[in-house]
């Protein structure tokens, strides 16, 4: 193209353009908008006078109606794990334990030459207490080594021959950090928690193949920008996966934008310092667009669900169990000082108020001793906040990411979380509206695969707090209800903020233009309605990333018109 050819524009026109959901002055919309060299060149009565102009290479979308709005962000994923779950059995599926047993059963006859069984992964709910044994697997795998992950990603179930591939016996003491779940007389039930189940797959089951682990990417990312969503954080990155990534962006095999977050290891964090700021380098180096490498992950904590999140009182169905912190709050604090000082964004999971309340301290001591922060930390899930640390977000200017679908009294809830930490730490969770209102940032997320990466019933949720699936049913922690408005910017502008990306989130004019059009606009509609609207396109930086059919008509018949226009 010579300098004087005008870039090619695209003009979205014929709904409804959000431009900021819920912006100093509420939602700021307009109702069309043109985008040119990946960014908004122009809105309104602008973008329209372009349209009607027709320039040469001028590329009309009629929204039918229906909305654009800014690229959706997921704030907290793991896309890797989620892309896997393809590759074993599809236990997921499944509605009870014979499920899970049937679907394991139907893999193996399948693949009968397999020398192990790895799978993800199944709901906990589905035995007493999130407890298998691994004499029900044992009734399906014969002598195949198996390994399932519950959803929770914390945990996982195995069959006697994975424990004695492992080593594992009545004799083997639990690992720091982790839990081998016994029966009653000392020998290994076959249900491993925290470092127990995730040391076992990473030392004793074998991993997926390089090329396998690509196309498990490839396709998270695929599925991703089918909902819209044009930024991922993931939340979960080891060394292999970082060598995954270089490749499928220099493979430009990545369909939305990531961001790799490394996870800090409590017993090694000094050494993976250097090594961390090397893998940041070498993704900086490479250039690529959609790759960046900014964050360091921490696990404060585990999870509610198998009594390994860190409480300050102790669990209410366990009188001496206060759960499984990962880190001393000493090694914590000067480990987050030390990945701050070196530049890294920080994104700490804290489930337990515990857990919520060392990953403040330890930001908070960051903060003294190394000044101002340059880039706003995370603190991700917040699932059980001590209500005398609400006010702590905004005033450490701490990003508290939620995610939304979560915050419904649903049937783990039910079986598994509150009994576990009873009242009043049931009234503690997931204190979105709260949070929103003391003035910090909140963003949102899927922990995808642990629950759907679909952002629409999630925001449906964090409106009406119950499933979009039951419109008349209670809201759960009604005072923790947000706006739809709200909820859009936590997926948006909030997520901008997480992703270091000033220049994203909205739709103003000179922002990149990540979008996504939407069938109808979700901040018009009645909430429960929020998860039916379609995706019909998404862009990144102006470019399609996912066409719906109804796109593809829209964009052929506008390409004809301005071909006849111009002829």
């Known amino acids: 193209m010579s300098d004087s050819t005008p870039s090619p524009i695209t003009i979205f026109v014929n709904g409804t353009v959000i431009v900021e959901p819920d912006g100093p ?23 329209e006078q372009l349209a009607a102009d027709r320039a040469e290479g001028t590329t009309i979308i009629d929204l039918q109606g229906g909305s654009l709005a800014p690229g959706i962000g997921d704030g907290h994923a793991h896309p890797v794990l989620g892309g896997s779950e ?12 014979q499920g899970i047993l049937t679907a394991v059963a139907e893999w193996k006859a399948a693949n009968p030459d397999a020398e192990w069984i790895v799978g993800a992964s199944y709901d906990a709910t589905f035995a007493e207490g999130g407890l298998f044994d691994a004499r029900w697997l044992d009734e399906v795998t014969g002598d195949t080594p198996t390994i399932l992950r ?7 179930w195995v069959n006697s021959a994975a424990l004695a591939a492992a080593g594992i016996t009545a004799d083997t003491p639990d690992p720091a950090l982790g839990r081998i779940v016994r029966r009653a007389d000392g020998s290994p039930m076959g249900t491993l928690q925290e470092a127990a189940a995730n040391d076992f797959l990473a030392d004793v089951a ?7 682990r690509l196309e498990a990417i490839e396709r998270a990312t695929r599925g991703y920008a089918e909902l819209g969503t044009t930024w991922i954080q993931d939340a979960w990155v080891e060394p292999a996966d970082l060598e995954l990534y270089l490749r499928a962006a220099s493979e430009e095999r990545l369909h939305t934008r990531v961001n790799l977050a490394f996870r800090a290891d409590p017993a090694r964090w000094r050494e993976q310092l250097d090594e961390f700021i090397a893998g940041r380098e070498r993704v900086r180096t490479l250039a690529k ?4 490498a900014e964050t360091v992950k921490f696990f404060v904590d585990g999870v509610i669900e198998n009594h390994t999140a860190a409480l300050i009182d102790p669990y209410a169905d366990r009188a001496d169990d206060r759960g499984l912190p990962n880190w001393s709050d000493a090694e914590l604090t000067e480990a987050v000082q030390r990945f701050e000082a070196a530049g890294f964004q920080l994104h700490l999971h804290a489930i337990g108020d515990a857990a919520n309340r060392s990953a403040l301290n330890a930001l908070e001591a960051a903060r003294a001793t190394n000044g101002p922060q340059q880039r706003p930390h995370v603190i991700a899930h917040v699932a059980v906040l001590d209500p005398a640390d609400i006010a702590r977000f905004a005033e450490l200017d701490v990003i508290a990411n939620f995610e939304p679908y979560w915050a419904q009294c649903d049937a783990v809830m039910q079986a598994l979380t509150i009994p576990h930490i009873g009242h009043p730490r049931e009234d503690w969770q997931y204190l979105i509206g709260s949070v929103h209102r003391s003035g910090a940032t909140v963003t949102f997320g899927s922990d995808w695969p642990v629950t759907t990466r679909d952002w629409r019933p999630a925001l449906s949720t964090a409106v009406t707090r119950h499933s979009h699936l039951e419109p008349g049913a209670e809201s759960w922690l009604p005072d923790e209800r947000i706006s739809a408005s709200a909820a859009l910017a936590a997926y948006t502008t909030g997520i901008a903020r997480q992703a270091l990306a000033a220049d994203r989130g909205t739709l103003e004019v000179g922002q990149v233009a990540d979008a996504v059009w939407l069938s109808a606009d979700p901040l ?6 929020i998860a039916d609207i379609a995706v019909r396109g998404t862009w990144i930086a102006g470019e399609p990333t996912y066409s719906g059919a109804s796109n593809a008509d829209a964009v052929a018949g506008a390409a004809r018109s301005a071909a006849n226009s111009t002829a």
């Open 206 to 212: 074998p991993a997926f193949t390089e090329d396998r």
């Open 25 to 47: 002055s509420g939602t700021v919309a307009s109702t069309a908008l043109a985008v040119s060299d990946g960014r908004v060149t122009a809105l309104g009565e602008d973008a």
């Open 150 to 156: 519950a959803w929770d990603y914390h945990t996982a």
């Open 289 to 292: 667009p959609r790759l960046t």
């Open 86 to 97: 393809a590759l074993g059995p599809q236990v997921r599926a499944a509605s009870d334990l």
């Open 524 to 529: 018009a509609v009645a909430p429960e309605a």
